[in-house]
């Protein structure tokens, strides 16, 4: 098998780089070693920035996502029992943010890939990138019980966290952090108890509202990293949750039916070169942030975007000026994007071993940020998105 960009993974990173190339008349191939099935309903965040939504709009990706997604103008902030908006129009001149799944982005990428783009192989891993400093790299892998090579002009991890791509660019050096907590996520059947997100840090630990349509809510709380999703029953959740989101108004929790229960372990992660050769990393192959500040599915947008660019741009000019920019263009908004998510998983959640005095200076960051205009508008720039490129 011979394709011009072969392309490991088809998460939103594969998935969305396939649908750009195909879009400039770039062949791919892309090798993903789940069912599909599995990949459409892998839960993950749903926040995407106006860079993500208009970049899936101009794919020609947003037909659904303009039906069905929601527009928020906003995140409530929750501490002491008091609320706080955050306008982010009033705060950006303009900008939004859109709660649409990642789950439904993946499933709108597969559709399009499959009508109309280059092959897509399910249950098909990638062993090993071989020759990555030449110009014929190649893929090995597994389909159908057999062995096969892909060669390709260039190849592209998209890999993930826990794909084989990123052991292919040597000398690179990492960047890590693992936080003693993690995310018990729920999905329940009852229409969300409030209209946009709403982040609370509290005394026993973070909690955050969401969601997935008008009737399906999507909720999460800080528990201790080692948790087992079955110690937790519904009713307990549902306990714990109405605690950590208590006001002082009327406010009310609304409780469903659960229909989904998981623990996420937060981390972050940078790998530095995002290239070798002929192959680049890209999304959660590169680097992982913990979900507080929403941007796992948004950079790894603007990393295929800017992957995307430099492909064309050398087969139009034949100039490599911007595949030998990719990594660098990359990694100072990865690393925004690290430092925002740092901040507010920081902010919101209750470390173990945290002293009296970080928990109250904690409450008191919070009230910087929503008695000042300034540090108001540096979390409404952060969380609406940093510019691509
Ligand atoms: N061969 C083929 N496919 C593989 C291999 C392999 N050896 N290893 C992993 N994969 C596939 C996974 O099954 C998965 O479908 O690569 C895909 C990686 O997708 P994601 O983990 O979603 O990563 P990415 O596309 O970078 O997504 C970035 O979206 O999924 C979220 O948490 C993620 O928010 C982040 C963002
Ligand atoms: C989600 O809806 O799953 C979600 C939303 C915002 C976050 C993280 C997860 O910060």
Not at 113 to 140: M, S, Y
Not at 247 to 271: F, N
Not at 356 to 364: H, M
Request: with cysteine; hydrophobic share 40%; aromatic share 8%.
């Amino acid at each position: 098998m011979r394709t011009t960009v072969g392309i490991i993974g088809a998460g939103p990173a594969g998935l969305l780089l396939a649908r750009l190339l195909h879009n400039a008349g770039i062949d791919s191939v892309v090798l993903e070693s789940r069912d599909r099935s599995y990949v459409e309903r892998r839960q993950r965040a749903g926040i995407l920035e106006q860079g993500t939504v208009d970049v899936l709009r101009e794919a020609g990706a947003g037909e659904r996502m303009d039906r069905e997604g929601l527009r928020h103008d906003g995140i409530e902030l929750r501490f002491d029992r008091r609320r706080h908006r955050v306008d982010f129009p009033a705060l950006t001149g303009g900008r939004s943010v859109m709660v649409y799944a990642q789950t439904e982005v993946c499933k709108d990428l597969i559709a399009l890939q499959l009508k109309e783009g280059g092959p897509l192989l399910f249950e098909a891993e990638a062993l090993a990138v071989e020759g990555a400093e030449t110009d014929r790299p190649r893929i090995r892998f597994r389909h159908q019980g057999a062995e096969d090579v892909l060669e390709c002009d260039y190849v592209v991890g998209c890999d993930g966290f826990w794909g084989v791509a990123r052991a292919a660019v040597p000398d690179g050096r990492t960047f890590e952090r693992t936080y003693p907590f993690g995310w018990l996520g729920i999905l329940a059947d009852v229409a969300p108890s409030h209209d946009e997100l709403v982040y609370a840090r509290h005394d026993r630990g973070f909690a955050l509202l969401s969601m997935r349509s008008p009737s399906v809510s999507r909720l999460y709380l800080q528990v201790p990293a080692d948790t087992d999703a079955d110690d937790w029953s519904d009713e307990r959740i549902w306990d714990e949750l109405e605690r950590r989101f208590e006001t002082d108004d009327d406010w009310t929790l609304r409780r469903g039916p659960l229909t989904q229960k998981s623990v996420t372990p937060m981390r972050s992660y940078v790998h530095e070169p995002m290239r070798h050769g002929r192959l680049f990393l890209a999304g959660d192959a590169a680097h992982i942030v913990p979900p507080t500040g929403a941007k796992g599915l948004n950079l790894a947008v603007g990393d295929v975007v800017t992957l995307a660019r430099a492909l064309v741009h050398r087969t139009a000019t034949g100039s490599d000026e911007l595949i030998d920019a990719y990594s660098a263009t990359c990694l100072r908004r990865v690393w925004q994007a690290e430092r925002f998510s740092y901040d507010m998983t920081t902010l919101l959640h209750t470390a173990p071993d945290a002293t009296p005095f970080e928990n109250r200076l904690q409450v008191a960051r919070l009230e910087r940020i929503t008695s000042s205009r300034a540090a108001e508008t540096d979390l409404a720039e952060a969380y609406t998105g940093f510019p691509i490129g």
